[in-house]
């Protein structure tokens, strides 16, 4: 068959996209007809048409080759291949609209030739853009990256996928977007309203993410069921601003409500300026977290270096409804926040053009008043105020002018909410030279004599002890003697700037001699005897570290339970009164990460996200499996990218974890021996990146985001975190009372887990509150944002396509926006369709059941489109249901028509019912009341006879 005479499948001049490695896809012209039969090799001609904005709305990467409007290019067809349904695992990552999807026409019989015929994707342009992606006339990855870069070029920052919100950084705040009026629009709309609950249509109204928090309070002041919101995205794509904005418009959604009058005894003003103390503090608080908690990266300036779930506690009052009683008042009572794994080693070390975190420096643009008092002798270096660089934890931001007013300002800030806190004075104190401590630690140094054994260790025992030790360890006292070293005449390591060390026993309260045998020495007790090591330089510099990092988290968990302390409502109520309360859950959670050096950090926050990303798989696209099981066939092609294999990698019975935890417990375990087991291991597993250039202690995973490359320096330590005992006793010691009643909690704690477990590694315990936290989860309604990066700039109103193509592809929105379209949310069994609205059947409905399946099939069909009718603008399926194999599809609504439909029609014969009932109770009495009548008439006159009748016999 020619060409000319084979079926069309494209016609010149459709409008399409082109793959594009630059920028992912280019809008074109077809420049000639495509038809059916053509060889996969066959070059199409198209025309790139680039957009009017195209210049000021588009940026690339580096040494990217630019495109030009009119440009003429070649495509082969082989690009538009849809690749074969396998048996695969995984769900596909492309998905396109079934229109767009052209399979070629064969009429040979021959079944290998059926199935070898090719399968095209065109991805279609739109002539129209839209605010639900899901209502796209051409669904398709390309088109969705194009509406949502025309939206954030014109400032609209959000788009929906039916109920998931695509948040795109904006680089830039709106105030338009987040005025009161907003605010007030969105919860009259969606709670008191209830616009979005009453119909199957999709909002009219512009896409926001008050629609999320919204729908959360909604549904949790009407279904008193816990609501979860969570934020997914890559790092520095705005999950903390989408929480903070929430959480603004959370905690005035109660003061909405159209009911609430001066005179409600319930909730009027009053009371709102009762507990306004309350919710003041909850909102105040981000400010300290992100002081304490949050720091500087490559690409975030605010990046969160903590994981953390936010409850917002509410407490539903039945009499607190609209005025047309539907909808409780939910009023925020309070709020505890669990935090998830801070990285501490961000104290002590972070990359170049990186900062710690920001209380540092925000801590050395405080007023210089405040700063002598606190401590000058640290914060006065000869007759000048100290800077970030007298300090070698810190590192200097390069725009030192712009940087410092930041931090001023948010100094200033921070101080204010933690006086709401009440963290003042001598508190506040203590607090602020724990850090001076801690920025401190980083200036001891250590140095050794220049003996040849300066670098030696020594063992300190008398005779009769060495000779004792040597005995219990089953070794000679010379051999001990050559291991050990010189002894007590040999070497020695000093602290190298006395000054220093000085400066941090003043501010601990602990004496320098302490501290000096602390950081120099190591002791070990062996059945009474006592054996003590000197240590190396770089061992003492490390312990060092780890006190500062040790300090500096006990002062961020000191600094968080006085938040929860006063704003946590089950601590300062009853028990059966916490019991009651509802909670609205803010997750947020690390973003995806991959830097120039990976390190044991990264590990978890990316282990985090797989398990976070596993979720929002399980929850938003499980129900593709039942479609195509039940024959639904709009998904057969169709698959979501899944990340089964590398959590399976990380978290399986013999993964990456369980493989370090077992290497930090093996006698003599290395770094370079956990990461040749995890090659060896899983050398074919799919989700392990195989590189024979990588190092001995480099290895790579292939995560949802793209392919991650780990350093294994340091995990083994990092993931143990073992704090030496005598660090913990000088903690225990110190006279600054935060670091005191910290490091005394912590040693009890550790006593009491002594006996009753085994030491838990770094990653166990936080395996273990992942676990803990998706339980939770399971009990609760979730709501998804989905947050993307536009690009690395952080320049407003401009894309990078390839980047944000890239966090579409991963979070599986084609996939999201299908469904949504499909909106097939609930379901029953025939059976259940019939037994519950078989009473609009004519036949009887067991008969009907016994019967055949057409027969159901016929009666299904004849109950469904007398309840729900067919819509002439439904799409491609013209009714709100579909049946299926052995269910009923229902679109969103449709159900509960349904319902109504039928309680109307069972009311009305519940009327007819109880007015026959009055009827014959209506007679019952008539007659009652009739014979009564008739004896009460009778007796008088009976009486009168008998009355006459005995004065006659008289």
């Not at 060889?39 to 198209?46: D, G, K, L, Y």
């Not at 490559?298 to 909808?327: C, I, M, P």
């Not at 469904?864 to 299926?884: C, E, F």
Request: aromatic content about 8%.
């Amino acid at each position: 068959m020619s060409s000319s005479s084979a079926p069309l499948l494209l016609q010149a001049g459709t409008q399409i996209y082109i793959p594009d490695d630059a920028y992912a896809w280019l809008p074109a012209t077809l420049q000639h007809d495509v038809h059916e039969g053509e060889a996969t090799t066959t070059a199409i001609t198209v025309i790139i048409n680039l957009p009017s904005d195209w210049a000021r709305s588009t940026i690339a990467d580096v040494n990217t080759r630019s495109v030009t409007d009119g440009e003429e290019r070649t495509v082969r067809l082989a690009e538009f291949i849809v690749p074969p349904n396998d048996n695969a695992t995984h769900l596909f990552t492309h998905l396109s609209d079934l229109s767009t999807v052209v399979e070629t026409s064969d009429t040979s019989t021959d079944s290998s030739n059926a199935a070898a015929r090719p399968r095209y994707h065109f991805p279609l342009a739109n002539k129209d853009g839209a605010t639900d992606l899901a209502e796209l006339d051409h669904l398709n990855e390309a088109a969705m990256l194009y509406n949502i870069k025309d939206r954030h070029c014109r400032r609209k920052p959000y788009t929906r996928v039916g109920d998931i919100i695509v948040a795109v950084n904006p680089y830039q705040w709106l105030p338009d977007l987040y005025s009161e009026e907003i605010q007030n629009e969105y919860a009259d709309r969606i709670i008191w309203k209830q616009q979005s609950t009453t119909t199957t249509q999709q909002p009219t109204w512009e896409p926001h993410i008050y629609e999320t928090s919204s729908n959360a309070y909604l549904n949790l002041a009407t279904k008193r069921q816990d609501q979860t919101i969570i934020t997914t995205g890559i790092l520095g794509a705005g999950k903390s601003t989408s929480n903070k904005i929430l959480l603004t418009h959370l905690s005035v959604l109660e003061m909405t409500a159209p009911s609430r009058e001066d005179n409600d005894s319930s909730f009027n003003r009053l009371s709102f300026l009762d507990r306004s103390e309350v919710v003041t503090k909850i909102i105040e608080s981000n400010p300290i977290l992100e002081a304490f908690g949050n720091a500087e990266t490559t690409w975030n300036y605010n990046s969160s270096r903590f994981g953390k779930v936010q409850r917002l506690q509410f407490d539903v009052r039945k009499n607190g409804a609209d005025e047309h009683g539907s909808v409780p008042i939910a009023r925020m009572t309070g709020s505890c926040c669990e935090t998830y794994l801070l990285e501490k080693t961000r104290v002590t070390e972070h990359s170049v053009g990186e900062r710690g975190f920001h209380i540092f420096y925000q801590l050395l643009s405080s007023p210089e008043s405040f700063r002598r008092e606190v401590w000058k002798d640290g914060f006065v270096v000869q007759e000048r105020m100290a800077i970030d660089s007298d300090f070698l934890y810190l590192a200097t931001s390069s725009d030192v002018t712009v940087t410092k007013t930041i931090d001023t300002k948010n100094w200033n800030t921070t101080v204010r909410a933690l006086e709401l806190f009440g963290i003042v004075g001598d508190e506040l104190r203590s607090i602020v030279r724990a850090l001076c401590a801690v920025l401190q630690l980083g200036n001891i140094s250590f140095a050794t004599d220049s003996s040849p054994e300066c670098d030696s260790s020594y063992v300190s025992a008398s005779p009769s002890e060495f000779t004792m030790l040597s005995s219990l360890l089953g070794v000679s006292e010379s051999t001990l003697e050559v291991a050990a070293g010189p002894t007590a005449y040999g070497a020695s390591i000093l602290v190298s700037s006395p000054l220093d060390l000085t400066k941090l026993a003043n501010l601990l309260g602990v004496p320098e001699s302490t501290l000096e045998a602390a950081f120099t020495q190591q002791t070990v007790n062996i059945k009474g005897l006592t054996a003590t090591k000197k240590l190396r330089v770089r061992t003492a510099k490390d312990i060092c570290e780890v006190f500062a990092r040790e300090i500096y988290c006990r002062i961020f968990e000191y600094v968080v339970n006085r938040m929860n302390d006063a704003t946590d409502a089950t601590r300062n109520c009853s028990p059966e009164g916490a019991t009651q309360l509802s909670c609205v859950n803010l997750l947020d959670f690390f973003g995806f990460e991959n830097f120039r050096v990976n390190r044991f950090e990264q590990l978890y926050i990316n282990y985090a996200s797989e398990r976070i990303k596993n979720r929002y798989i399980t929850d938003k696209f499980k129900v593709i499996e039942e479609y195509l099981s039940e024959g639904i066939h709009e998904f057969r092609d169709h698959r979501v990218a899944g990340n089964s294999d590398v959590l399976d990698l990380l978290d399986g019975r013999i993964g990456v974890i369980v493989a370090l935890n077992e290497e930090c417990i093996r006698h003599n375990g290395s770094n370079n021996t956990f990461v040749y087991k995890v090659k060896v291991v899983h050398e074919s597993h799919p989700s392990l990146v195989s590189d024979r250039l990588f190092a001995k202690n480099q290895f790579a995973i292939r995560h949802y985001s793209g392919d991650v490359k780990y350093t294994a320096d340091s995990m083994m330590e990092r993931n143990l975190d073992c704090l030496p005992q005598s660090l913990i006793d000088i903690g225990c010691q110190s006279s600054n009372h935060v670091i005191q009643s910290e490091f005394r909690r912590l040693k009890a704690t550790m006593s009491a887990n002594h006996e009753t477990q085994k030491q838990k590694t770094v990653l166990s315990k936080f395996r273990s509150q992942l676990n803990n936290l998706m339980t939770y989860l399971d009990r609760t309604r979730i709501h998804y944002i989905c947050c993307i990066k536009p690009n690395n700039t952080k320049k407003p109103q401009t894309t990078n396509q390839r980047e944000t193509a890239t966090q579409l592809e991963s979070a599986s929105l084609v996939a999201a926006a299908l469904i949504s379209r499909e909106n097939l949310s609930k379901s029953l069994t025939h059976i259940d369709v019939l037994e519950r609205f078989g009473i609009l059947c004519h036949d009887n409905v067991q008969s009907v059941i016994k019967k055949s399946d057409n027969k159901k099939r016929e009666c299904l069909e004849y109950i469904l489109r007398v309840m729900l009718p067919m819509d002439s603008n439904a799409g491609q399926h013209k009714y709100p249901w579909r049946i299926t194999k052995s269910k009923v599809f229902f679109k969103a609504g449709a159900l509960e028509q349904m319902e109504s439909v039928l309680d109307s029609y069972v009311k009305s014969f519940a009327v007819r019912i109880q007015a026959w009932i009055r009827r014959i109770l209506s007679r019952q009495t008539y007659r009652f009341d009739e014979t009564q009548c008739d004896k009460d008439s009778i007796s008088p006159s009976r009486q009168c006879r008998e009355s006459l009748l005995q004065d006659a016999d008289r």
